[in-house]
Each structure stands twice: as structure tokens, then as C-alpha cells.
């Protein structure tokens, strides 16, 4: 297991968050969407574990030289107002 970073900004308030998971070694072998995902999950079951978090990905790419993921999307928790956002992820 290796810790990793993700920061997270949104369009409805300008905040933005900066935020630890722990995921496979590996992670960063696989793709951007995938990356995004394990993050997505960290945040359904740690940060907001009495909610339902869903996402559409608009783009998403993946840095190898830099080693970071970028995604921009729409964040949808239960039925709170929907949340375009930026997301950065790399390892620690």
C-alpha cells in the first residue's frame, strides 16, 4: 500500500481541499479514470461515508513524466446541488 494526495476544488463555493488516501502501490500504473475512481471511492466511504457520491469525468489525463492526475468533472452527492470540479492526484 502507498499514501497518495488529491486536491479538490469546486466551482460553487472556489474552496478547495486537500485531502491523504491510501490505495495499492501500483495505482499509478493504471489509468486516469481508474485513479480517479479509487479516489472517488475514498471519499464515499471516509469523507462522506453517510452519503451516496456519484461523478461524470469531462476529461481526465495522466502526467507519467510528473506523475499526477488531472480530471474536471460534475460531483453529485445525494440531492445536494451538483458541483463542477477540478481534481489533481499524485503520490505522496
Given amino acids: 500500500m502507498a499514501m497518495f ?8 463555493t472556489g474552496g478547495s ?12 500504473k ?3 479514470n481508474k485513479i480517479v475512481k479509487r479516489f472517488m471511492d475514498h471519499v464515499e466511504k471516509q469523507v462522506l461515508p453517510k452519503k451516496h457520491v456519484d461523478y461524470d469525468l469531462n476529461a481526465c489525463f495522466k502526467n507519467k513524466e510528473k506523475r499526477v492526475v488531472t480530471a474536471i468533472g460534475t460531483l453529485h452527492v445525494d440531492d445536494d446541488p451538483d458541483v463542477a470540479f477540478m481534481l489533481m492526484i499524485s503520490p505522496l
Avoid: I, P, Q, V
Fill in 17 to 28: 481541499a486537500r485531502y491523504e488516501f491510501e490505495a495499492d502501490a501500483d495505482l499509478f
Fill in 30 to 32: 493504471k489509468g486516469a
Fill in 5 to 12: 494526495k488529491a486536491w479538490l476544488t469546486d466551482s460553487n
